[in-house]
């Protein structure tokens, strides 16, 4: 499930990642394509025991608290992003089940083929084994004014953003 249509439809509608296991040291991956996504106009809601802000944003302990947090705003998360190990998914799975997001994105080298049925099956879109990051650079034209190969052939520069 991991087309470029299915990818640029999940990046264009899921404009809220609640980004699990983000660190709040800039050196870390998750701070890396966090910073990056909210630079691009998408909101961050930060999941972390360990943290009480990150990027700006208050930090949440599980991504239930954090649901609970925005719905009380009116505003719900769209997209629960993965930055923990595949042993770690299936709890996060079913809590974006229970919360109502439309995606679950599992980041490069985290996969669950369980976790991912039980996620399909509540009519959740699913991502593994990707960077939201890098899927976004690469098909929004961030990956290919460096000259890297991204796969995608066109004779028109990618769909901006509206941001």
């Known amino acids: 499930m991991s087309s470029i249509a299915d990818l640029r439809r999940i990046l264009g509608t899921c404009r809220t990642l609640a980004v699990v296991g983000l660190s709040p040291q800039w050196h870390r991956p998750s701070y890396f394509a966090a910073k990056y996504m909210?630079?691009?106009g998408y909101r961050i809601v930060p999941v972390n025991p360990g943290a009480t802000e990150i990027l700006g944003e208050p930090c949440f302990p599980s991504?239930?608290?954090a649901a609970r947090?925005?719905?009380a705003r009116g505003e719900r998360i769209d997209l629960v992003d993965c930055f923990r190990r595949s042993e770690d998914?299936?709890?996060i799975?079913?809590?974006a089940t229970a919360i109502g997001a439309r995606c679950l994105w599992l980041q490069l080298g985290v996969v669950h083929a369980d976790a991912a049925a039980r996620a399909r099956a509540a009519g959740?879109?699913?991502v593994q084994d990707r960077c939201v990051k890098i899927?976004?650079?690469r098909?929004?034209?961030?990956l290919n004014w460096a000259g890297v190969d991204t796969q995608v052939i066109s004779a028109k520069r990618p769909q901006q953003l509206p941001y």
Do not use: K, S
């Open 93 to 95: 799975a079913d809590e």
């Open 89 to 91: 998914i299936p709890p």
């Open 139 to 142: 098909l929004y034209g961030g």
């Open 69 to 71: 947090a925005l719905a």
């Open 38 to 40: 909210q630079a691009h």
């Open 63 to 65: 991504v239930t608290a």
């Open 135 to 137: 899927e976004h650079a």
């Open 124 to 126: 959740l879109d699913v």
